[in-house]
């Protein structure tokens, strides 16, 4: 069996590096690797550096999209030009047996390739892209563009995927061809010593992009008035705002930038509390790598995180429409012996559904059943 992997638009295994996601997001094709007999060729949109890059394994062969059709500087051209891709690759993959998309972004390459070869797709999407750009305002040509990819990505895959049920839903209210729709969840590193962590108790962590999704200034105004210290690991363009809004609201904020994944997995059990309030959501890694890693996780209300969150039972939910978030923190904070349990129980709610082996078995039986 042979899976061709199709590498979001723009992206590379030297981006992948670059940015500390190349060891985690090969992690599960190593295992594949070690399970079964199954070939793997990445087409990534990178040059000759792709093919030096360490820790991939030999048995992956790398297609690099640059070495293919001319690099340009103007991503409009880079675009125009990927759709020569698949008449450029019709020879080097005839081989493959299954095409795979890592993300919906770039998914009419491999679309393409399907209609001349006629081989079976498996679309994987790690979002609604469509009901994002709807949600982030963008502007109507995008919101056309992620419609129409969307509909052919449905159209043309044997399996697509998300990672949500609320993704789904959202698919299944716009798009025709939506009860092919599977659910996904993405995977996470696993905690296996969560009582040997001394944990910050007046600090609170939060991962995530410093933009309006994130909701990070219902967070800081939440926090006015309290002892505790914000950390937040990301970047954006609200920073110099959230940083401004802290000063006025006498809010202790740290910045922290952004971490490679190995840096971040690192972080997470050393703190206590965990937040995140953000508008809408995916399936959010930030909540499931640190529910793994024993934290108190309060979230927001929102259908994706109310999927992973249980109150009181495995985290703590509040509603983004009251300021009622650092009331519920001081209630909760000191009682250890509950706090405990909420612990315990989100690294097992984790590992039950978010492990890497889950992932690969789920990734193995797709494979299996379109040969």
């Known amino acids: ?7 979001t638009f723009d992206i590379s295994l030297k ?41 991939v394994p030999k048995e992956i062969k790398i297609i690099p999209a640059y070495e293919l059709i001319k690099y340009s500087d103007i991503k409009l051209f880079r675009f125009i030009k990927s759709f020569a891709l698949p008449f450029k690759l019709k020879k080097e993959l005839l081989e493959g047996d299954i095409l795979k998309t890592n993300q919906l972004q770039g998914a009419w390459v491999p679309i393409l390739l399907k209609i ?61 061809l939506s009860k092919k729709v599977e659910i996904r969840p993405n995977w996470v590193y696993l905690n296996k010593d969560l009582k040997n ?17 994130k909701n990070y200034e219902y967070l800081i105004k939440s926090l006015k008035g309290s002892d505790f210290t914000l950390d937040i690991v990301g970047k954006g363009s609200l920073e110099n705002k959230l940083i401004t809004l802290a000063k006025k609201y006498s809010v202790n904020l740290n910045l922290l930038g952004r971490l490679d994944n190995n840096e971040l997995i690192a972080l997470y059990p050393k703190y206590k509390f965990f937040v995140i309030t953000s508008l809408y959501e995916g399936n959010p890694k930030a909540v499931l790598e640190a529910m793994a890693a024993g934290c108190i996780v309060f979230g927001s209300r929102i259908p994706s995180i109310e999927e992973i969150i249980t109150h009181e039972k495995n985290g703590l939910l509040f509603s983004i429409e009251e300021l009622n978030l650092l009331t519920l923190i001081n209630k909760w904070k000191n009682k250890e012996k509950e706090l405990e349990v909420l612990s315990i129980n989100a690294s097992n709610s984790i590992k039950e559904k978010n492990s890497l082996q889950s992932l690969v078995e789920s990734e193995i039986n797709d494979y299996k059943r379109l040969i």
């Open 15 to 55: 981006k992948w590096k670059e940015s500390g996601l190349l060891d985690r997001e090969i992690k599960i094709y190593e295992k594949i690797l070690k399970e079964e007999n199954i070939k793997f060729t990445f087409v990534t949109y990178g040059n000759d550096e792709d093919k030096q890059i360490d820790n």
């Open 116 to 176: 001349i070869s006629r081989k079976k797709l498996i679309i994987r999407t790690g979002f609604d892209a469509y009901t994002f750009a709807k949600k982030e305002k963008k502007s109507l040509i995008v919101k056309i563009a992620y419609y129409l990819l969307t509909q052919l990505s449905l159209f043309f895959s044997n399996i697509y995927t998300v990672t949500s049920m609320q993704d789904k839903q959202n698919i299944q209210k716009s798009f025709y």
């Open 197 to 213: 962590n001394k944990r910050h108790e007046n600090k609170i962590l939060s991962v995530g992009r410093l933009e309006e999704q």
């Open 1 to 7: 069996m042979h899976i061709v992997l199709f590498f």
